[in-house]
């Protein structure tokens, strides 16, 4: 736990660092690690063989990051990280205000990309100020996955709202609805195939 590949922890704001043609294989914790980072760019890198979720966001406070052009082949999972590395995903996200595009998800035991959106983020960079699973997308675009046993993509609870951190309804209104708008969230051009229970 905590000693992985390539690990971004806790850096705040870092817009001019980025991992680029990076080759991790046969790793046994992951392949990149963004936490507690905004606007790091990994591009281009590929992990094969690698135990746990491989692209990892991980608490939920790290927004406008990017991944783009990434491959991970053959994500497997594992029993001695977190507990949701039991069921691994190539490619994890805890804010949907991330760009992840031109991805591909190539193999695994679980899930090519999941999208675990909590209320708050959690671990050490827990804040009550952050409401991912209500926050506006970022972009989520042109990204494929295949030859997985459970899902594609997996989308846990995402309902965009005007304002994150502020209640769904005013029950004294009218429309109860009208103080806090939803918002769509696009997942655009993904392509599955080969999935043995739900593509997306």
Known sequence: MGRYPIHFHKCGDIPTSYVKGVSVHHSNSRVVTLHGVRFLHVSESVGFEVFGHNFFIEDGSETKNTLDGNIGINTRMIWTLSNKDVTSATFWVTHPDNIVKNNAAAGGQWYGFWYELMPHPEGPTTDSSLCPDQSPMGLFKNNTAHTYLKFGLRIK?????????????????????????????????????????IGA
């Open 157 to 197: 609870k995402h309902s965009p709202v005007t304002n994150p951190c502020s209640s769904l309804k005013n029950f004294a209104l009218e429309d109860p609805f009208s103080e806090n708008p939803s918002i769509t969230a696009l997942y655009e051009d993904f392509y599955t195939w080969k999935i043995k229970e």
